[in-house]
């Protein structure tokens, strides 16, 4: 967990106990807000802190929120947090993982219920004393009890605490593309169908899968649902009903070089199938991709214009109380068409937003759709490795498979000297694999192969070969592998040596974070992006899904900043190469144009700018 993390779940914890407390839901918002704040810095909260006045500058974080967040960066806590920790039993927190249980439904099932642990809940599920509290039914009482059974088999709550782990998107994406696909199947031609969610607006990791389909008859509903809880792959089926279904799939698929990594994220994941009418096919798709923030944020909008939003359509507003019921089961008809997104965002005179872009950051206040880069757009692979070092192919095999790809360029970019486990090349044998490069490349045709190394960044930052060696070659990608553990300045004043260097060309995944795994390096982003653009060095975003480096949030910063970005999948096996799509989405999160992205431009653009810094 980066310090930001830690701070940002302290924060929100914060929130959390307020509202258990009772306390003022003014004062407990603003600590959700803060985290959010936090959450979304690309910034070291140590550094940020380290200047009152750029905290008093970040949105959402007022004088006395900056107090408690300098105290956190000074003595790693805060005292509120622990006074507020005093007053509420250990085991409620717990119930903060049940998935649909709020703070808020649980502090009255502990004021009037006296429950304190989960134990005690389940016990008066069993005893049905939870009937008697406010606003609980019997349907309510039985998505908690599934609830419950859910997260004991995730291996969270049942004691230890620790929240269900989030799936990698590049696991998730293949088994919801299956799922898709054999609901297609099951439906007759022409059906909707389509995951939204998390997943549809591409974030690096995914808490369940959601899955919108659009029946136009009832038999053919009935045919979605079988397929659905009867698929391959399923270890069991949380709720099914007439129009959705909660099921659990196993893992699957070939995960390459990390596939043992799978291991220990309870084994499957949660998907949830929503059947909905073709006509409000938009407004329901817009509903579950969300983010919940997003939707607030749309559903406000539409409140200001006298409109209700739903996940049916547009309604004039005539219920602000919510007593009624939802419109369109009152027999009340959407103001505008429902069946596509596009028609709701203009409707509500909203330019489009990419589902990708939809967490509430701004893009609600958008004059114009900006034109996001695409899969199509790459031209270049410009990060790979071979045999040479930790690779699967030669290099012929590599360019033949980005020629099959349609790049124009591939690099050739194996491990430097001191990267010994993965086979780096000491300076004669560097040498001999340009030589060996040289003569691949005059026997493939059709695409450009490029001499180039994967040079490691030392803990001080100076880089693996020295420069009359790097003047040899056609790319450098610079990337720190080892040493990951540094303080922010000293991972700032290394990285920022390297990006000096001028024969450097392309600062790999800067980080070197791996989601799930370990937080990598926090260096100061804004001098990065500064120097980075300063000295003409493209930032790697590294396409693969344990990586995604940089992340969404640093992508934004570097592109305000004005950077330019490389592209990249690191391609150590053939599989590798399909991880772009998990690269392009993170860069459509972080705002990334084509012009930006130096694996869009054309061969004599690229080529161009990669010999300045060689003459
Ligand atoms: P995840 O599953 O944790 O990776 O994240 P999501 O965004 O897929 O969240 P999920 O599966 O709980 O819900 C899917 C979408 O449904 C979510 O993005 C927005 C919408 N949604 C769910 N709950 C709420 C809610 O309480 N309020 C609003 N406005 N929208 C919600
Ligand atoms: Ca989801
Ligand atoms: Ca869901
Ligand atoms: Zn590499």
New binding site residues.
Partial sequence: MSANEALAARLHEMSQLMDLLGIDSFRSSAHARAARAIESQSTDIALLASDRKALLAVEGIGPKMADKIIEFCKDGKIKEHAELLEQVPQGLLQLLDIPGLGPKTIRIMWQDGKVTDLAGLEKSIADGSILSLPRMGAKSVEKIKQSIAFIKQQGGAGGDGAAPK?LWIGVAQPIADRVVALLQKAGDPGLKVAFA??LRRG?ET???I?ILAAPRTPDEAGRIMTAFCKMPGIIGVLVSGDVKASVRVGLEGEFGRWGNETVGSGGGIQMDLKMVPPDSWGAAMM??????EH??AMRERARKRGLTLTDYGLFPEDDPDKKLGPPHSRGIKSICPADTEEALFKALEVAYAHPETREDLGEIGWKQTPHLIELPDIKAELHAHTTASDGRMSIEELAENAKARGFHTIAVTDHSQSSAVAGGLKVDRLLEHIENIRKASAKVKGITILAGSEVDILADGQLDYPDDILAKLDIVVASPHAGLSQDPITATARLLRAIENPYIHILGHPTGRQINKRPGLSPDMAKLYAAAKLHNVALEINTHWIRLDLRDIHIRGAMEAGCLLAIDSDVHETVDFDNLRYGILTARRGGVTPDRCINTWDSRKLHAWLNRKRK
């Fill in positions: 989030r969610g998390s974030k995914i808490g369940d959601d509903y579950f991709t969300g983010s919940k939707n607030i």
